[in-house]
Every structure is written in structure tokens, then in C-alpha cells.
């Protein structure tokens, strides 16, 4: 088990920038797949990007060119830079940390920070 807390959201205009990082409580070096989530209001749970314990990234098709998802070891810490934020970019965003040997296997769950982009 890894507790995990995003922090970083707020509101931003759009076409604006925002990091989110969410910090675990034990080293991430061997967690196998970390990843961010989105819900926004009214919408199912949005898979938007992933990366492996080697590093290799994936990215939902409506954040490619935009969203960049990083993981630094040293400091126990997953990042998202969100650059040219839309407003369908408004939601509720979680990491997840997933042990486990696919993305999808049950994992911890951060508690939510909230992006806001206006138009």
C-alpha cells in the first residue's frame, strides 16, 4: 500500500499552465505504473496519462502535445505539466499507483485536486 496527495490545482485561464504532483509515502522507485486520472462533473473517470517504472509514457489522444507526465524517484513524487489548458481540461484529477502487473489491476488512489480552466 502507497498513500498517495495530489496537490497543485487551481484555476487558470485558458491556454494557461498548471504542475500537478502527487507525493507518495514510500519510495515509487518499484511501483509499476503510475498514473492521472480526471472525472469532471457529469462524466465518466478519464484515463489521461500513464508511466511505467521504465519510463515509458501514454497519453490520452485529448492531452497529447499538451499534458507531460514525469515521475521523480528520488523525491517520491509523480508530476503532470499542463500546458495550453482548455476548458474541457476542467475536472477532478487523481494519481493512482498501481503494484500490480497491468495499469488496470486495483491500486492506491490519491484523494483528488481539482483544475478549473475558464474560458
Known amino acids: 500500500q502507497v498513500q498517495l496527495v495530489e496537490s497543485g490545482g487551481g484555476l487558470v485561464q485558458a491556454g494557461g499552465s498548471l504542475r500537478l504532483s502527487c507525493a507518495a509515502s514510500?519510495?515509487?522507485?518499484?511501483?509499476?505504473?503510475m498514473s492521472w486520472y480526471r472525472r469532471a462533473p457529469g462524466k465518466e473517470r478519464e484515463l489521461v496519462a500513464t508511466?511505467?517504472?521504465?519510463?515509458?509514457?501514454d497519453y490520452a489522444d485529448s492531452v497529447k502535445g499538451r499534458f507531460t507526465i514525469s515521475r521523480d524517484n528520488a523525491k517520491n513524487k509523480l508530476n503532470l505539466q499542463m500546458t495550453n489548458l482548455k476548458p474541457e481540461d476542467t475536472a477532478a484529477y487523481y494519481c493512482?499507483?498501481?503494484?500490480?502487473?497491468?495499469?488496470?489491476?486495483?491500486?492506491?488512489w490519491g484523494q483528488g485536486t481539482q483544475v478549473t480552466v475558464s474560458s
Open positions: 493512482k499507483a498501481v503494484l500490480g502487473p497491468t495499469i488496470w489491476a486495483p491500486g492506491s
Open positions: 514510500r519510495n515509487i522507485f518499484s511501483i509499476n505504473f
Open positions: 508511466i511505467t517504472s521504465g519510463g515509458i509514457t
